[in-house]
């Protein structure tokens, strides 16, 4: 199981995950692009998140989709969970991902850090208008 989100607790309770979410749950803080710090909010609880990793391994799918990247812990799961598949794609839809004071690039910040931006397809969209171009 993931450590507890909202409180530090000793790494060596952390089981070995992508180490730019490991940070972000041990700490309960997250850079931010213009190098300040801010509390880790808003994301996908730790035991959901080992729950999500189980499903997209299990699927293996090439390419995922999520509605709301926020600090992009659940970003940083779906893309580590498919980062071995070829044609790998994750595509995230937020229409405040850029927004101050949050969630101010935050996601796409913590995605960079990973080394998952190559393979990461952003919309800066509500997913009612995103999701319907998918669709035409
Ligand atoms: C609970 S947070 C997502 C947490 C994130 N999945 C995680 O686990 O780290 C909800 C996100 O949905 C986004 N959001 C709100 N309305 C939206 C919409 N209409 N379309 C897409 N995203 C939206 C918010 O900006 C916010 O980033």
Not at 80 to 100: E, K, M, S
Request: with cysteine; hydrophobic share 45%.
């Amino acid at each position: 199981m993931f450590a507890s989100v909202t409180g530090a607790v000793p790494a060596a309770t952390v089981p070995p995950v992508n180490p730019v979410l490991e940070e972000l749950i041990r700490t309960g803080l997250s850079p931010t692009p213009d190098g300040g710090t801010v509390p880790l909010q808003s994301n996908v609880p730790a035991d959901e998140a080992e729950f999500l990793a189980d499903v997209v391994r299990g699927l293996e799918p090439a390419r995922t989709l999520e509605v709301g990247l926020a600090m992009g812990c659940s970003a940083l799961v779906l893309c580590d969970a498919i980062a071995g598949t070829p044609g790998a794609r994750h595509v995230a839809i937020d229409p405040r991902q850029n927004a101050r004071p949050l969630w101010a690039g935050i996601g796409l910040h913590n995605l960079d850090r990973a080394g998952f931006t190559p393979f990461v397809e952003f919309h800066e969209q509500p997913s009612h208008r995103a999701l319907a171009r998918f669709e035409a």
